[in-house]
């Protein structure tokens, strides 16, 4: 017996992994003794701050949520400068995904749409915009705000990326 993987198993579920670890991550920058430095320490200088990578994620999310799910926003974007914000931001966006009707996700998916993500207008569907686009920068800035944390000296090990993807089920962050 083999199951086929839908758009909704490899969209909106990777999407509750990024924010669930966005979350964690948001937790341990708030118990270090300088946490309102964080919030706008760079990787490097010339790339984009902590408070950033809470704003793109959440952004991206939103997106996903309305090209798939037809989802309003859930919130401001204003929101994510604080970590306050942003955990409410994501505990809101988390909500939603798990609100998020598998069919409609399966219906939506395929249907191709003018969509304009930053400077690029593209005439792709749900599913190809999500997967080849807002994924892959969805992992790259969960991987820069881990990456940012840990070069502040914030103690974060492998399991603390991986432990919403691997353990969602039996060991939700929340």
């Known amino acids: 017996m083999s199951s086929s993987l839908t758009v909704y198993d ?4 990777h999407a509750q992994g990024v924010l ?4 964690h991550l948001i937790e341990m920058a ?38 798939l799910a037809g ?27 798990a609100e998020v009707d598998k069919d409609t996700v399966e ?18 569907s749900g599913t190809e915009i999500t997967t080849s686009m807002i994924l892959p920068n969805l992992f790259f800035h969960l991987s820069t705000a881990y990456g940012i944390l840990r070069k502040e000296g914030v103690t974060l090990v492998k399991k603390d990326y991986l432990y919403a993807f691997l353990y969602q089920d039996i060991l939700p962050i929340q």
Request: glycine share 6%.
């Open 107 to 124: 219906r939506n998916g395929p249907v191709v749409t003018t969509t304009k993500l930053g400077l690029v207008e593209l005439n792709k």
């Open 10 to 13: 490899g969209t909106i579920v």
């Open 20 to 23: 669930r670890t966005l979350f």
């Open 30 to 67: 708030e118990q270090q003794p300088n946490p309102d430095a964080l919030i706008q320490a760079k990787l490097h200088e010339t790339m984009k701050p902590l408070k950033f990578q809470f704003f793109i994620i959440t952004l991206l999310v939103e997106r996903m949520l309305q090209m």
């Open 71 to 97: 989802r309003e926003p859930v919130g401001s974007q204003d929101e994510v400068a604080t970590y306050a914000g942003a955990k409410d931001l994501i505990q809101r966006l988390l909500t939603a995904l």
